[in-house]
């Protein structure tokens, strides 16, 4: 067996002791006879597996008692839909489009009523992060939309918006339990988990009870109301089960490394790794503003699309996969998520040593 050195941007990376624990219980769950794919969903075995999921999840973001934790499908993309039509009210929002993944979200949302983009970074293809201490807010906002970390261009907001007292949603797929969060600053956090947390097919959607009404869009189906899945606690219909199971083994493993403190010292030193050698390389360069730098995506060009294009072929043969970047923006990119070890980074930058010396 050769497990290479994955840079994915997601479906990513995952903790080798988390693979080798579902490996071990595939055939037969804690003496069930089944695997965790085949048992039921209304099962006492799945139960435990869902509850200790959530509060496993509880314990590592400090989420209080006054925040829903709901498991459910349709990928982040859903919920650029999902959140107008369950947040709504005034049928207004506020969108920070800092990347294609705002940018989609408000699109969607302007489906649903008026979306006031109140700043953007598009003027430099999405590279920074604007400021956002005092922006034209809405009085009739519903909420201020971000996408905190975004995967394509390696940005991530440090501070999080000034909305003036407005609801903050956020997107967090790409940072997911990267680092301890303050809950309480958000009325909604959200992701899809096949970055930092588990395989594709389950998206985490932490809520403050009082957003979570019947009051939503007309129309809006059973299916997409932040009720329907909270007042049954996830279960209302049979949820992406296997994933769950996986997050909640990733959770376990978080917990077990010291938790989230833990988790942001080591993917700062990978980050500073990574970073420090593209800031003496003479060949590669990071392509976001530095006080903007992302910890989990580090996007970074030679300036030729020849050389690129050599170096995504050459690390690929080396044991390095996907550092090709994204298909809008070229270059390479590296995601380095919590289960990215800190040698596989250092193997990443001996690697760019290397080339830079060989196409110099
Ligand atoms: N938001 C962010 C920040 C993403 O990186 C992505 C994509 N991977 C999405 C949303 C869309 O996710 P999904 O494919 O789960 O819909």
């Known amino acids: 067996m050769k497990r290479v050195y994955n840079f994915s941007a997601g479906p990513a990376v995952l903790p080798v002791e988390v693979l080798e624990e579902a490996a071990a219980e595939m055939l037969d769950y804690q003496g069930t006879g089944m695997s965790v794919m085949e048992m039921s969903h209304r099962s006492k075995a799945f139960e435990g597996i869902i509850t200790e999921a959530e509060q496993d999840l509880r314990d590592l973001l400090n989420i209080p008692d006054?925040?829903?934790?709901?498991?459910?499908?349709g990928g982040a993309s859903q919920q650029f839909?999902?959140?107008?039509?369950?947040?709504?009210?005034?049928?207004?929002?506020?969108?920070?489009?800092?990347?294609?993944?705002?940018?989609?979200?408000?699109?969607?949302?302007?489906?649903?009523?008026?979306?006031?983009?109140?700043?953007?970074?598009?003027?430099?293809?999405?590279s920074y992060i604007p400021d956002c201490s005092d922006l034209p807010i809405d009085e009739d906002a519903d909420y201020v939309y971000i996408c905190e970390n975004n995967t394509i261009y390696g940005t991530k907001f440090k501070e999080l918006p000034n909305t003036k007292g407005k609801t903050l949603v956020a997107d967090v797929s790409s940072c997911f339990l990267s680092e301890p969060v303050d809950v309480t600053k958000y009325g909604v956090i959200y992701g899809g988990v096949q970055k930092?947390?588990?395989?594709?097919?389950?998206?985490?959607?932490?809520?403050?009870?009082?957003?979570?009404?019947?009051?939503?869009?007309?129309?809006?189906?059973?299916?997409?109301?932040?009720?329907?899945?909270?007042?049954?606690?996830?279960?209302?219909?049979?949820?992406?089960?296997?994933?769950?199971?996986?997050?909640?083994?990733v959770f376990k493993w978080l917990k077990n490394m010291g938790g989230l403190e833990v988790m942001k010292?080591?993917?700062?030193?990978?980050?500073?790794?990574?970073?420090?050698?593209?800031?003496?390389?003479?060949?590669?360069?990071?392509?976001?503003a530095k006080k903007d730098r992302s910890l989990m995506n580090v996007p970074f060009v030679t300036g030729s699309e020849e050389l690129d294009a050599k170096f995504v072929?050459?690390?690929?043969?080396a044991g390095f996969e996907n550092l090709k970047g994204h298909r809008s923006v070229g270059g390479m990119r590296a995601s380095i998520y919590n289960a990215m070890p800190y040698e596989g980074v250092e193997a990443l930058v001996t690697f760019m040593k290397k080339f830079e010396k060989e196409n110099l």
């Open 66 to 73: 006054n925040y829903k934790v709901l498991f459910l499908q």
């Open 81 to 126: 839909a999902e959140i107008p039509m369950n947040l709504m009210k005034n049928k207004t929002a506020d969108y920070i489009v800092t990347g294609q993944w705002a940018k989609k979200a408000a699109q969607e949302a302007a489906k649903y009523g008026r979306v006031n983009k109140i700043a953007s970074s598009e003027d430099k293809t999405f």
């Open 196 to 249: 930092n947390i588990g395989p594709a097919g389950t998206v985490i959607v932490i809520i403050r009870e009082d957003l979570i009404t019947e009051d939503v869009l007309p129309g809006t189906p059973t299916m997409l109301q932040y009720k329907t899945h909270a007042d049954a606690k996830s279960l209302y219909n049979t949820p992406p089960a296997y994933g769950i199971y996986i997050c909640g083994k």
């Open 265 to 288: 010292a080591r993917n700062e030193k990978k980050a500073a790794l990574l970073y420090g050698f593209l800031d003496e390389s003479r060949l590669f360069k990071g392509t976001a």
């Open 313 to 317: 072929k050459e690390s690929k043969e």
